[in-house]
């Protein structure tokens, strides 16, 4: 039986080149990431017709699309005609030097210099929550389809500021299990805004001021299966019935649900948008936070890869009525990042810029609760990524997470700290009634676009309340 089953292996050949099994038992031995200059749509639908795994989506004549082919389609691809380039191999080396790698430990000492886990997550959060008593306490926003807890750091100081009426703030990351740099540059976030809340003031009126919950993990059973079983899934891990697994939580959000372009109704596809809008546990979790919340002024959603910074809408090429917000915001974004390691991400509306997407986060956030708000695409040429782009990829996200977060607490911040100087007191009626003689749009309280009395008793209801 042995002997047999010895010379069975040396005669398949690819057995024996088959290294040693390390870490998710799926395996992309020979799976090459290709590049491909696409000019249509049918071009596309002939390379996702092979089964291949867009990996980039920035589908524009001219801008080169990254997929990941299985071995045996290469001469498919052949036959289509499309220029392309092999840029990467053998997927499954990355793959492997990585799990070889974290199975040792990781690189370097520090919390941040190699990837973490769910269980590791979940740790530092409990740490930082106790380093921070008064600024940081662990929220369980509740369970995933598998039962796995999501769990966010709420950061905020309720000794100071008025919880009834505080702006609270989103960051979450990891919609898309196999995007391991998002839940990193969101846990640097949280443990920056932390280190730095006795030092640096414009932090510490933030956090004095507003509420911030930071959610690492928004997918964690599918986190948990690209550790254990496939480290390139993506979706979570819905049973969908004839063996077809998950659904793509980011075209499962409620508005704009369920159109054909920018989402799929296979349940084989990667960006399958379930069976109804909001059917999927992870983000009614979400959606049920930001809902819960007496002011709720904004989010960030971290994905990677491809350096981008995205809003609404996603779901159609028209632009929001806050275009101009939207871009003047995301542009300044854009620009904390670049003056931190001189890294260029493209500014722009999702669909127009980088491909529809319709039930994802951003359509959602501005559809319904209303807000300003972005998708940022992190580093990487595939989600397997070096381990030494993990902190400069942090340390250039934080600034713009910094700007967005003073932005929106200033954008939907209390009306009655009229002078933003963290308190309220007789400075802000007088600040108002300046405001108010003149005219300026900043003493349009009640929002009706005109600048008449009705604004003073709305200024004197909030100020009288702190709100
Ligand atoms: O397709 C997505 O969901 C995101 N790209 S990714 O490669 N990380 O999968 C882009 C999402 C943009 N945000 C929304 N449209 N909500
Ligand atoms: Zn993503």
Redesign the pocket.
Known sequence: MRVSAIVLSLAAGAVLAQPLATGPAVRYDGYKVVRVTIDTEEQLQSVLALGADQWT?EVRPGVPTDFMVAPDKLDALDATGLPYEIVNEDVQRAVDAENLRLRDGGVGRAWFDDFKNLTQINDYLDTLAAANPGLATVVDLGDSLQGRSIRGLRIANDAVGNSSCEPSILFNAC??AR?WISPMVAMYAAEHLLAEYSTNPDIQSLIDHAEILIVPISNPDGYDYTWTNNRYW?KNRRANGGGSFGV?I??NWGYGWGNNNGSSGDPNSD?YRGTAPFSEPEIQRLRDWTLSRPNFAGDV?L????QYV?WAW?YTSQPTSEAATFSSVGNQMKQAIKAVHNRTYTAGQ?YTT?YP?SG????WFWGDPGVINY?I?LRGNDFVLPASEIIPNCEEVFPALVYYAEWSLDHYGPVSDFNHDGAVNTLDVLAFLNAWTIKDSSADINGDGTVNTLDVTAFLNAWTSGC
């Open positions: 989506h919609q898309h995007e993506r793509d980011n075209r960006v959603d994905h990677s890869y491809g995205l996603g999702c980088l997407v994802g986060s951003i359509d998708t695409e």
